[in-house]
T-cell receptor
């Protein structure tokens, strides 16, 4: 069974902090994704990675960066957290051309 | 650019009643279509997908969806709803690019089930 693990279920940070969200998958998937989920807006793609050290911007990359140093791990970085980044963040992974598998999400609050 | 519309934000049905959740998409070529379900506090679970072939697709938990190209729709159906089906449902359309299928999600429909 595919396992996508997000390191924190809930996280509270302060404005201006640098925030790291971690995601690990155990199925050797090439592709990994970070989304944010907001009520009424569904999921919006922030960044994705199709291989180690490879990344591409999604629909809403502003204020975020990512890191993929190892195939199984994909990190989302908020360089200087702001209150409008309070949201649910979902990580997903997949083999190319196959459906995505999602983690349980990290609910991030920026105070 | 592709887009997905789920016209109903909330739907309430009685347990045992039939269910149809609407999904309309906009995409310039043959789409890859998905329905995901999200239970409270959980990530998204794939219910079913359409890539090609038979336009009526069967999924898990007794769900099915029908792809209608002429109406740009991919509505999700279930003949008899169970209380455990209460959740939020997301329709998504995928497009090919260098990394394979990239998904655009609709805004979601929250399903409530009355006893």
């Amino acid at each position: 069974d595919v396992k996508v693990t997000q390191s924190s279920r809930y996280l509270v940070k302060r404005t201006g902090e640098k925030v790291f969200l971690e995601c690990v998958q155990d199925m050797d998937h090439e592709n990994m994704f970070w989304y944010r989920q907001d009520p009424g807006l569904g999921l919006r793609l922030i960044y994705f990675s199709y291989d180690v050290k490879m990344k591409e911007k999604g629909d809403i990359p502003e204020g975020y960066s990512v890191s993929r140093e190892k195939k199984e791990r994909f990190s989302l970085i908020l360089e200087s957290a702001s209150t409008n980044q309070t949201s649910m963040y979902l990580c997903a992974s997949r083999f190319t051309g196959k459906p995505q598998h999602f983690g349980d999400g990290t609910r991030l609050s920026i105070l | 650019a592709q887009s997905v519309t789920q016209p109903d934000i909330h739907i309430t049905v009685s347990e045992g009643a039939s269910l149809e959740l609407r999904c309309n998409y906009s995409y310039g070529a043959t789409p890859y279509l998905f329905w995901y379900v999200q239970s409270p506090g959980q990530g998204l679970q794939l219910l079913l997908k359409y890539f090609s072939g038979d336009t009526l697709v069967q999924g898990i938990k007794g769900f099915e969806a029908e792809f209608k190209r002429s109406q740009s729709s991919f509505n999700l159906r279930k003949p008899s709803v169970h209380w455990s089906d209460a959740a939020e449902y997301f329709c998504a359309v995928g497009a090919l690019n260098n990394a394979g299928n990239m998904l655009t999600f609709g805004g979601g429909t929250r399903l409530m089930v009355k006893p």
